[in-house]
């Protein structure tokens, strides 16, 4: 399923500046080898992450979900130099081609992968984090914001992928439909939680913008 009419979504493409040789390469892999090659944030979500950061200049970013590295990858480029990105995913099988293109970036040194359940391993992490993004399993999407929303510094931003989900959020939802009911809980969770400040932006599949007060 494409996210935009296809003409809306090339003309946005050709309109963004260009990805990296390397993070083309690594959509390219993605797309040969990986199953469910939609996953990849892509060009123009992966730009938008990009200039986040540029925005930021975060000294610690926390990203849930890192499938083959694009994003992790997008949100380094705006690093501070002394900042460094912890990525968590539990897919072991994903390892060679992530380590692969993570050791050929610029910021290979900056980028810490986590192997193992992100709920597990957030309680370990330092407090003081700048920038959050939430890209993993949808019905622990309320999990991961509880877990990581009282170690974020005030003026922290939170983003989750995937918010609109195809645009079901929007239509009745099917009772067994366990995704669909965690992402549209999320939405109306952080929608009414005073600690932070949301925009639910239609980038893609949807990304949940959330500042903490």
Not at 32 to 57: D, E, N, T
Not at 76 to 100: C, Q, R, S, V
């Amino acid at each position: 399923m494409e996210f935009l009419p296809e003409k809306i979504d090339n003309y946005a493409g050709e309109h963004t500046a260009a990805e990296s040789a390397l993070l083309a390469n690594l959509s390219r892999e993605t797309h040969l080898k990986i199953m469910v090659p939609r996953m990849l944030s892509g060009h123009i979500q992966g730009r938008f992450l990009s200039m986040i950061s540029h925005m930021l200049k975060p000294k610690y970013i926390i990203e849930i979900g890192t499938y083959t590295g694009y994003s992790a990858l997008c949100m380094a480029e705006g690093l501070h130099p002394d900042g460094k990105i912890i990525t968590i995913d539990n897919n072991e099988e994903l390892k060679d081609i992530l380590d692969a293109h993570m050791n050929a970036s610029e910021f290979a040194n900056q980028i810490d992968f986590r192997l193992g359940a992100a709920l597990d391993i957030i309680p370990m992490l330092p407090n003081d984090i700048d920038l959050v993004f939430i890209d993993a399993d949808k019905p622990n999407y309320s999990n991961y914001f509880d877990a990581v929303i009282d170690k974020m510094r005030p003026g922290g931003f939170i983003l989750a992928d995937n918010v609109l989900w195809s645009g079901k959020v929007t239509e009745e939802i099917k009772t067994n439909d366990k995704s669909t009911i965690a992402i549209n809980a999320f939405n109306k969770k952080v929608h009414a939680d005073p600690r932070v400040e949301n925009v639910l932006i239609p980038i893609r599949d949807g990304i949940m913008a959330l500042r903490k007060l």
